[in-house]
């Protein structure tokens, strides 16, 4: 948005088992909540293992029969084989792949995310990456510095180490509150499993 660009809407993939997000196995009613709070429409795409990336472009083009877009823009940072799978996706749709965070620092990136005012929960990590004590907890400056003690971990999770839920910040119309959840681990990886969320929209209180 701040090169110009017209934001219409939002994507998001949940699996069509469970009703959560792919990888990251969050509700996906948390990201309608943010998706409220942003005040943008969604469209929440079921997927499944087999077939992900064709669903994903019919995802794509079922927003492009209701509104016209260009392209798409996505939050990859250095990872090459990601950076190619939504360059061929949004080749075969005809738009175009927009990646503003591309080949930035990632250390600055997350010190500029807490700095702005962003807020967001940590809620999967690499059980040999991210200690236990912080699922659940806010990216901030003790996370940071917390960091520096993990030089394998990308200060941004970029390579899977961990992943957030961004529960308030600019843009937002409010914030989102986690008030019931529970650690578990599977498959190597820790998540943070919530049962119960309140939103808290203080533009239309």
Known sequence: ???GLTVKGLMNCVSRENGRV???GVDGRLIQAQASLLGMPLLQKETTPDRYAEEFKEGVRTLADSIDIAGMIFGDIYLDEHLAWVEGICGDLGIRAVEP???QDTSAL???FVSVGFRSVIIAGKADSIDREWIGRTV???FIEYLKTRPDVDPCGERGEYHTLVVGGPMF???IELTDCDV???NGYRFLDVHDFDVKDTANA
Request: no cysteine; net charge neutral.
């Open 1 to 3: 948005m701040q090169r």
């Open 110 to 112: 997350i010190r500029e």
């Open 140 to 142: 901030d400056n003790a």
């Open 184 to 186: 578990v681990e599977r």
């Open 101 to 103: 965070l591309w080949g």
């Open 173 to 175: 119309s409010g914030s």
């Open 22 to 24: 792919s990888f990251h």
